[in-house]
């Protein structure tokens, strides 16, 4: 797994690569935790690069969620697989979190101007 992070403006953009499961569930957590001690009150999670997702990964993104909403932000979940984005049914998380399409429609369902 690799987590690579973009700042555009005031959105911070999350781009997860390869497997998030039990195993890599605490690295991307502990990297997400530092990315929400800045001024991050709008994040996007990219997961056109994310190739399985398990229910330690639904974790690490339901707690991302849960502390962008106790701090007043946003998320959107954006350019997933069929299969990752059945998981988010399954799970009900997309009755929970907004998916979009692609970042770019991320974007726009946040409201936010990007720089």
């Known amino acids: ?13 999350i781009k997860i ?24 009150l709008q994040m996007i999670f990219d997961f056109s690069a ?4 398990a229910s330690g990964g639904l ?3 339901l707690g991302a969620v849960k502390e962008l909403r106790r ?16 998981i988010f049914e399954v799970s009900g998380f997309n009755s929970v979190v907004p998916i979009a399409k692609s970042v770019e429609s991320g974007v726009e369902q946040l409201g936010v101007n990007p720089v």
């Open 71 to 86: 701090k007043g932000g946003q998320v959107v979940l954006c350019s997933m697989s069929n299969f990752i984005k059945e």
């Open 50 to 53: 994310l190739d399985y997702l």
């Open 17 to 40: 690569n390869g497997l998030l499961d039990a195993d890599t569930g605490p690295v991307a957590d502990k990297t997400i935790k530092k990315i929400l001690e800045g001024n991050c």
């Open 59 to 61: 974790r690490v993104i």
């Open 1 to 13: 797994m690799d987590i690579n992070h973009v700042k555009d403006g005031e959105i911070s953009i």
